[in-house]
């Protein structure tokens, strides 16, 4: 092939790549959670691309080639196919930070991605940059919560699970510029966070998580589970690192070496949930139980709950002129009205129920 030729096809991929990206981006009603995992596997995806792309690994780009040849089998030895993979490679790289840049508010098909060197180039270290552009941790942690808080509308609760990871963090990796802090460390971190005890009781009153982890080092008791680091440590930290790619306190994120922990007997579906003789048996006997304790609103709140979708703590802050009719359908109103807070900006919404009232 002519160097003409190769453009050609490159720019096709290029082309293709930003157009799947587009649609994507256009896709209406994802959710704050949504963006965020999306972003999250996007991360993840340069770091594969770049890691290919260092070593001249082509076997996951092999198969976009030969579509693009128009072919099933070449000899994959040439000089001229290795030269076609690797520029498609650097198009892959390229559509991916441009679809990233995109999700954070810039123009998909006017972003360049960074040079190679800021991608992979082992002469450009954390520390070199580190003392320049990038802050402490712990001054980082407080921009980080105070812009995200603000701007998703975080309720106290979810503050609080922030700091606590994040104080966790400092405590076994130090406060050291956001730079430097590295995918090992954040290996290292995330391997000891599995030790913390589930209760600590009095006998650790005083002592900070790290202590605590090396005061029941090789104890058999009962450590925090393996969802719930997932759900919270995984996630949070993974939260903070692509923040700090957006602001440019950092070229890429080391959170992409952290993966989800995997869940015995999980298919990755969730929760089986209730099956409808269980939740009969459950239902069936609410009424009797919330007589019991003189609050028959619990059963109600059940019932709203089971039959809306709604969150436990939204049903029960709903006043008598949040549950009216909309459009001829009898909705709940869920809103922050008289000084009650929502999970995030998009947890105010109108839910139709088929609770009759």
């Given amino acids: 092939m002519t160097p003409q030729e190769v453009d050609a096809l490159v720019n096709r991929y290029l082309t293709l790549q930003l157009d799947t990206a587009e649609v994507a981006l256009a896709t209406p009603g994802q959710t704050m959670d949504d963006l965020e995992a999306t972003?999250?596997?996007?991360?993840?995806?340069?770091?594969?691309?770049?890691?290919?792309?260092?070593?001249?690994?082509?076997?996951?780009?092999?198969?976009?080639?030969?579509a693009l040849l128009g072919v099933t089998t070449v000899d994959e030895g040439t000089d001229a196919f290795q030269v076609l993979c690797r520029r498609l490679l650097e198009a892959r790289l390229e559509a991916l930070w441009a679809e990233l840049h995109a999700r954070q508010g810039k123009?998909?098909?006017?972003?360049?991605?960074?040079?190679?060197?800021?991608?992979?180039?082992?002469?450009?270290?954390?520390?070199?940059?580190?003392t320049v552009t990038?802050?402490?941790?712990?001054?980082?942690?407080?921009?980080?919560n105070k812009t995200e808080g603000e701007r998703k509308r975080w309720r106290p609760q979810t503050r609080k699970d922030h700091e606590l990871v994040q104080s966790i963090l400092l405590q076994f990796i130090g406060d050291?510029?956001?730079a430097q802090v590295s995918k090992a460390d954040l290996l290292q971190w995330f391997s000891q966070i599995r030790l913390i005890p589930v209760r600590t009781g009095t006998r650790f009153k005083g002592m900070n998580t790290r202590q605590i982890v090396e005061a029941t080092r090789g104890q058999k008791i009962e450590r925090i589970s393996d969802k719930s680091i997932?759900?919270?440590?995984?996630?949070?930290?993974?939260?903070?690192?692509n923040y700090a790619v957006k602001v440019d306190w950092i070229a890429k994120s080391?959170?992409?070496?952290?993966?989800?922990i995997k869940i015995a007997g999980n298919s990755g579906s969730g929760d089986k949930g209730f099956t409808p003789a269980e939740l009969k048996t459950v239902f069936d006997s609410l009424p009797a139980a919330a007589s019991k304790v003189s609050r028959e609103g619990y059963y109600w709140l059940a019932v709203l709950a089971l039959h809306s979708g709604a969150r436990l703590d939204e049903v029960?802050?709903?006043?008598?002129?949040?549950?009216?009719?909309?459009e001829g359908h009898w909705c709940l109103h869920i809103n922050e009205a008289g000084g009650r807070s929502l999970k995030n900006e998009y947890s105010a919404r109108v839910v139709p129920t088929v609770v009759q009232v």
């Fill in 39 to 66: 972003e999250f596997k996007i991360h993840d995806q340069i770091e594969v691309a770049a890691q290919d792309l260092r070593f001249n690994r082509f076997a996951t780009i092999r198969k976009d080639a030969l």
């Fill in 107 to 130: 123009p998909l098909r006017h972003t360049k991605a960074p040079t190679q060197a800021t991608v992979s180039s082992p002469s450009i270290t954390p520390t070199a940059t580190a």
């Fill in 134 to 144: 990038s802050p402490l941790l712990s001054k980082a942690f407080d921009a980080f």
């Fill in 176 to 178: 050291k510029p956001v």
């Fill in 230 to 241: 997932n759900a919270r440590y995984l996630s949070t930290v993974k939260a903070f690192f």
């Fill in 254 to 260: 080391p959170a992409v070496a952290l993966d989800p």
């Fill in 316 to 326: 029960a802050g709903l006043r008598i002129e949040d549950v009216r009719q909309t």
